[in-house]
T-cell receptor
Framework: DGGITQSPKYLFRKEGQNVTLSCEQN?????MYWYRQDPGQGLRLIYY???????QKGDIAEGYSVSREKKESFPLTVTSAQKNPTAFYLC?????????FGEGSRLTVL | GQQLNQSPQSMFIQEGEDVSMNCTSS?????WLWYKQDPGEGPVLLIA?????ELTSNGRLTAQFGITRKDSFLNISASIPSDVGIYFC?????????????FGKGTKLSVIP
């Protein structure tokens, strides 16, 4: 099936630890995105990538890092520098006229 | 970043009733997208609109791309319990190789059986 796969769906982390969220797509899309979703705040853009080996900061990039070594993959690392990392994270990929989301990863920092 | 004005924020309706929600912006968009999100899941694309004035249906859902290109609405007819969720809009502006996506904050729909 074509689509976007995020893993893990649930993740618990201790304070001070880095964690990496996986995002894989088989839609052959060039552009990929990471969003953070908090209750009442809508979607906020963390990082995006228009093409392999290139990515740009979004509105809330501090404390996060990404890589785009392959077209299919756009992993997000939540570093210990992120002050409030507990959230629901959504990966998306875009065709010229549509944006498709993965199922999301919920990160909880204990 | 910028966000779209989406209303209402929430609504409670009786099963069988029709529902209407809309998004407005001060900016023009090339494309309007409507999504539904269930709790703990990723948003699912319901309808995509590409042309000013376009009216598109997907089952009981109908959406329109406003003539001014600054607004869009989504209607759900004869609501059923599984329509419960959060619906949100997205505007896509593209040109000269750049793309800008802007989202509404969502409309939370509750359906009373």
């Amino acid at each position: 099936d074509g689509g976007i796969t995020q893993s893990p769906k649930y993740l618990f982390r201790k304070e001070g630890q880095n964690v990496t969220l996986s995002c894989e797509q088989n839609l052959n899309h060039d552009a990929m995105y990471w969003y953070r979703q908090d209750p009442g705040q809508g979607l906020r853009l963390i990082y995006y990538s228009q093409i392999v080996n290139d990515f740009q900061k979004g509105d809330i990039a501090e404390g996060y890092s990404v890589s785009r070594e392959k077209k299919e993959s756009f992993p997000l690392t939540v570093t210990s520098a992120q002050k409030n990392p507990t959230a629901f994270y959504l990966c998306a990929s875009r065709s010229p006229g549509e944006l498709f989301f993965g199922e999301g990863s919920r990160l909880t920092v204990l | 970043g910028q966000q779209l004005n989406q209303s209402p924020q929430s609504m409670f309706i009786q099963e069988g009733e029709d529902v209407s929600m809309n998004c407005t912006s001060s900016s023009i968009f090339n494309t309007w997208l409507w999504y539904k999100q269930d709790p703990g899941e990723g948003p699912v694309l319901l309808i995509a609109l590409y042309k000013a004035g376009e009216l598109t249906s997907n089952g009981r859902l109908t959406a329109q791309f406003g003539i001014t290109r600054k607004d869009s609405f989504l209607n759900i007819s004869a609501s059923i319990p599984s329509d419960v969720g959060i619906y949100f809009c997205a505007g896509l502006r593209s040109g000269a190789g750049s793309y800008q996506l802007t989202f509404g904050k969502g409309t939370k729909l509750s359906v009373i059986p």
